[in-house]
């Protein structure tokens, strides 16, 4: 659940510059699906 909190609060900093570009949108579409589980349908930050 640490891990979940940390992507949420978008702490997670790249330092891989090989992993891919698709990986990254990936990334980003999981923490708004989790940010929206997390703080209601819509919510695209934290309150």
């Known amino acids: 659940a640490?891990?979940?909190r940390e992507?949420?609060?978008g702490e997670i900093v790249l330092r891989d510059e090989?992993?891919?570009?698709?990986?990254?949108?990936?990334?980003?579409?999981?923490?708004?699906k989790y940010r929206r589980?997390?703080?209601?349908?819509g919510a695209t930050d934290p309150p």
């Open 2 to 4: 640490a891990h979940l």
């Open 7 to 9: 992507l949420v609060e």
């Open 18 to 32: 090989s992993w891919t570009h698709n990986y990254v949108i990936g990334s980003e579409a999981f923490v708004k």
């Open 37 to 41: 589980e997390l703080y209601g349908p």
